[in-house]
């Protein structure tokens, strides 16, 4: 932009400087030229405008009125076109500004109505509004997402130490610009276009016992100076963020690295790996969350056939969809059990509400018509009068039940339904189970060491499970609600009444879910009243139908050649299926947590690497294929719904258990495209017309699976007996056409020989005794010796 003034600095100042706005002071300040510099003389004078001014900004042409641009005084524009300043115009008499005109029209738009950009335009349009200085712009620009949320991002990062310095200039123990920096350096000694490295984000310190559980962000202990410097120590990272004191969380932080690594060009992923479990002192672990980091410096081109389609969750797939920061569920819609109760408990009172207005919709209507109807009788006898007034009462009558049966069903209920409720129940106080005795004991044993607090629990618990005996009548869904709504209470009940710490109501909590659960688990585990034994038919139909699916489809990085790598698959197979056994929510959520972590120590094993989430979700798939949990969408639903919701929603637990349910949800809709199949194929392996191909055994790879080997072994072999009872068949069918064409040439040629010599029977002629009578030599035959016998 050019833009030369026709005043001569007054002399008289002590700096020189004119006496003019602010805004014109900033005007100037860039590199005003002056007549002598632009080449011509200038015009000494004030400049006049037009009443309708044509521009030229940077190429672009616009055409406003005068007004327009002097619509806010304490502008840049209105000072360009004060008349006070002397601005060049173009061959076609346009008055040229030396700006990129791309946005200028989002800026007339607000001159002229006040109209704001669209949100993907807003960074752009702020930074025109800042050259132009137009205030009110900025402000309601600031405003908008996303510079609103990169105001309070800034402010966040702000509080962090060392993080970054706004703008682009970064302090020499910059942390970010440390992390660009340590993965070039190894990117380019390992020769590759990636880089890994490890990272400690931890919002407060968080020492932990082993009996502890370590849920993220939500322990907080209250340690004096000369305690603090026990704990402090350095995990081995390559950088460490935090601690820091801000409502923001974990993610929060992890989010904007994200961001700001990918704002400068780089492809970055990163998935929590562990925790840094380093011995402080006495029983106390450190257990802050070390994540690993890679950073893709390039993109490796590869064709659509060839590319392989790994199984890929990103760890914010994981969350609770509303941005809460907990884990969420498919079986809530994506939400952390918090938010959908939230969730339906509105959809619930507006339900109520719907039906509420209906009602009374209803009963308008009814008294609308029935005062109609008296005014076009008119007059009507006294007769009738009685039975107008029992019809105005059965009206009534109708219209009060059809509100009370969509009324909240959390109302108080009558007296005699109370005292119904505080019977004791018969099932409770029957001869219990050994399982259930053992439990109850172990319950009463834990209870004792909190004295009054324990028995107030105690009593709790024993008035819920009575509730309860008289609630089974209603929805799984409704029983779930006053499990979570009992936990929540006696939670809050500890916390505030009791002043119990945070770490024993963790503690207290479970074993309440142990006894509750133990008693109540055979009315609530997979109820008649619901599908999920339907859906357990069908989940593991599903899985013998994909029983062909290899390691290699799914992209496992296990060998199980390695022993023992094996020994962990098995370890793992076992945990998984060992879930059903398990009474207790808590019980089946440690047997997940076992199987998982047999799983990350089989792919460690087989790396030589520590496992990254890329890695476990789809090996986790493999195993509950290979596996074939029973009845796995049961034990789910079951864990969703009566277990402690703080264990579902935070800690290793949740995410764990989060990861199983991503698996079932993939293979419910696993099809060709997940397996990098056509879809000819995978229909023939569906319907097992055929199985996926053979490799040979010098193709195998050195991670190729020996359970593979062995089938596609077996496979062979089958094959080979297949095509030798083929060819047994043949020659069988062979020899027995031929014994039929030899019993058919032997008949005809016997007729043949019967036809050609026909067999004569002649009847006799003589006796028996006449044969010799014609012999006519007879009597010249010497007479037949006589017997004789001699004396001895």
Not at 168 to 194: C, G, M, N, S, Y
Not at 247 to 253: G, I, M, Q, S, T
Not at 649 to 661: K, R, S
Not at 693 to 715: F, H, I, T
Request: with cysteine; net charge negative.
């Amino acid at each position: 932009m050019v833009v030369v003034t026709g005043r001569e600095p007054d002399s008289r100042r002590p700096d020189g400087a004119m006496s003019s706005s602010d805004a014109e002071d900033d005007f100037l300040e860039p590199a005003t030229p002056t007549a002598t510099q632009a080449g011509h003389a200038l015009p000494l004078l004030p400049q006049e405008f037009p009443e309708v001014v044509p521009l030229n900004i940077g190429g672009a042409h616009f055409t406003t009125r005068l007004s327009t641009l002097r619509r806010y005084e304490d502008t840049m524009l209105a000072a360009m076109f004060s008349g006070r300043h002397y601005i060049p115009t173009d061959a076609e008499g346009r008055y040229f500004i030396d700006r990129d005109g791309t946005h200028f029209g989002d800026v007339l738009n607000f001159l002229r109505s006040g109209d704001l950009p669209p949100r993907d335009r807003v960074r752009a349009v702020h930074k025109e509004a800042q050259y132009y200085a137009i205030g009110p712009l900025l402000e309601q620009l600031e405003n908008m997402q996303p510079l609103k949320g990169e105001k309070v991002r800034q402010a966040f990062l702000g509080l962090m130490p060392y993080y970054k310095v706004t703008g682009a200039v970064f302090t020499p123990i910059d942390h970010l610009e440390r992390i660009v920096e340590i993965a070039r350096l190894r990117a380019v000694q390992r020769k590759a276009r990636f880089a890994k490295l490890k990272v400690c984000v931890f919002k407060e310190e968080m020492p932990i016992t082993p009996y502890e559980c370590p849920l993220l962000n939500s322990l907080r202990f209250e340690r004096s100076e000369s305690d603090g410097q026990l704990f402090e120590h350095h995990c081995e990272v390559d950088v460490s963020f935090g601690p820091w004191e801000a409502v923001a969380d974990v993610y929060d932080l992890l989010h904007c690295l994200v961001t700001d690594l990918s704002a400068q060009g780089l492809t970055v992923d990163h998935q929590c790996i562990g925790v840094c479990d380093k011995h402080l002192i006495n029983h106390y672990y450190c257990k802050r969350p070390i994540y690993e980091f890679k950073i893709t410096w390039c993109r490796k081109k590869m064709s659509l056939k060839s590319e392989r389609r790994g199984i890929h969750v990103d760890q914010s797939e994981l969350l609770c969809k509303k941005g809460c920061g907990y884990y969420g569920n498919p079986a809530w819609q994506g939400f952390c059990s918090k938010c959908w109760r939230e969730e339906y408990h509105k959809a619930r009172q507006k339900q109520i509400q719907e039906d509420w207005e209906l009602a009374e919709r209803l009963q308008r209507e009814e008294e609308e018509a029935f005062a109609s109807s008296q005014s076009s009788q008119g007059a009507q006898s006294l007769t009738f009068s009685k039975f107008e007034e029992k019809k105005t009462n059965e009206k009534t009558r109708k219209v009060t039940t059809v509100k009370k049966f969509f009324s909240a069903s959390s109302r108080v209920g009558s007296k005699k339904e109370i005292q119904e409720t505080k019977a004791p129940s018969p099932s409770i106080h029957r001869q219990a189970s050994i399982e259930t005795d053992r439990v109850s004991k172990e319950f009463i044993e834990f209870l004792k060491t909190f004295h009054k607090t324990g028995q107030e629990i105690y009593k709790q618990t024993k008035l819920f499970l009575e509730a309860m005996h008289y609630k089974r009548e209603l929805s799984i869904e409704e029983q779930s609600e006053c499990t979570q709504d009992f936990y929540q209470n006696v939670a809050e009940r500890m916390q505030t009444r009791g002043k119990v710490p945070s770490e024993r109501v963790e503690k207290i909590m479970d074993q309440i879910e142990k006894y509750i659960m133990t008693r109540l688990y055979k009315y609530v585990f997979c109820p008649e009243t619901t599908d999920d034994e339907k859906k357990d038919l069908a989940i593991q139909k599903r899985i013998r139908a994909l029983h062909w699916v290899t390691p290699q489809m799914l992209c496992v990085p296990v060998n199980e050649e390695i022993s023992e790598v094996s020994d962990m698959v098995v370890k793992a197979i076992t945990d998984i299926i060992e879930m059903d056994s398990k009474r207790v929510p808590r019980d089946k959520l440690a047997c997940i947590t076992k199987c998982s972590k047999h799983i990350f120590n089989a792919i460690k094993i087989t790396k030589n690497e520590p496992a990254s989430a890329d890695d476990f979700l789809p090996t986790l798939i493999y195993i509950v294929l290979k596996g074939n949990p029973p009845r796995l969408q049961s034990n789910i639903q079951y864990i969703t719904r009566f277990c402690n919701p703080s264990r579902l929603m935070t800690g290793e637990d949740g995410y764990y258990f989060t990861n199983l349910c991503c698996a079932v949800a993939f293979i419910e809709k696993l099809d060709a495209q997940s397996l990098n199949l056509s879809q000819e194929d995978f229909d023939r392996y569906m319907s097992g017309q055929t199985s996926p191909r053979k490799q040979e055994s010098e193709n195998w790879s050195p991670d190729a699976c020996l359970g593979v080997k062995q089938m596609y072994k077996n496979l062979d072999l089958l094959s080979q007996l297949n095509e030798r009872q083929e060819r047994i068949m043949n020659e069988a069918k062979k020899l027995e056409k031929d014994l039929i064409d030899w019993t058919d040439g032997i008949a005809k040629e016997v007729q043949d020989i019967v036809e050609k010599y026909p067999l004569e029977i002649k009847p006799p002629n003589q006796s028996l005794a006449a044969i010799d009578s014609e012999n006519v030599e007879n009597d010249k035959l010497p007479p037949p010796l006589q017997p004789q016998v001699y004396a001895g």
